[in-house]
């Protein structure tokens, strides 16, 4: 026998459900801070394109009506496709779509296009935003016990909460 099959494993240092649920808050962090972005660029983009809060209303209403329809489709995405390819999905998308966000209404040139590709692109991001809470969910049936789920959800709010709070300071 050589050394390699005698090595006995070490044990973590942090469990496996924890590291998880520690990039679920950074994930959770992340969600909110890109929902919530153009809520802090509304003045600046209200005096670049000339936009009413009527306008500007637009766009919020296209992410919230996606956001709440795909609740349930979201959560059977990450059951269908798993919690990690799920949340890596949607995660790229979120950057990708927020991207978007700041270069796609420069290229239309009219008021009613630019209110346009900013409540496409939204829309978008309320779809990709809807996954995140029912997977997340999802994560936590698997790796923690039912009377363990508390800390979890305690733990993602903490993480959704501290990114809307840090939005104003980041973009900005």
Same mark, same amino acid.
């Given at each position: 026998?050589?050394?390699? #099959?005698?090595? %006995?494993p070490q044990?973590q240092?942090?469990p496996?459900?924890?590291?998880? &649920?520690g $990039? $679920?808050?950074? %994930? ?11 809520? #802090?660029?509304?003045?600046? !983009?209200m ?10 209303s &637009?766009?919020?209403l296209?992410?919230? !009506? ?5 609740q349930?489709?979201?959560?059977v ?11 890596? !999905?949607?995660?790229v998308?979120?950057?990708? $779509? ?5 270069f $796609?209404?420069?290229?239309m040139? #009219? #008021?009613?296009?630019v209110i346009?590709?900013f409540?496409? %692109?939204?829309?978008l991001?309320?779809i990709?935003?809807?996954p995140m809470?029912p997977v997340?969910a ?10 363990r789920?508390?800390l979890?959800?305690a733990v993602?709010?903490?993480? &959704? ?6 939005t104003?300071?980041v973009? %900005?």
């Open positions: 026998m050589n050394e390699a #099959t005698l090595a %006995v044990p240092l942090i496996v459900r924890y590291r998880i &649920l $990039l $679920l808050f950074v %994930v959770s962090f992340v969600n909110y801070l890109l929902r919530n972005n153009l809520s #802090t660029a509304q003045p600046a !983009i005096d670049q394109y000339h936009f009413t809060y009527a306008d500007f &637009l766009i919020y296209a992410f919230n !009506i996606s956001y709440a329809v795909f349930i489709p979201g959560g995405f990450g059951d269908v496709v798993g919690s990690r390819r799920a949340l890596a !999905i949607v995660t998308s979120w950057g990708v $779509l927020t991207a978007l966000t700041g $796609l209404p420069g290229l040139g #009219t #008021t009613a296009g346009s590709a409540m496409g %692109v939204r829309f991001l309320g990709t935003n809807a809470y997340a999802g994560a936590f049936a698997n790796w923690f016990p039912p009377a789920w508390a979890p959800n993602l709010s903490s993480g &959704l909460t501290l990114g809307q709070a840090a104003g300071p973009v %900005v």
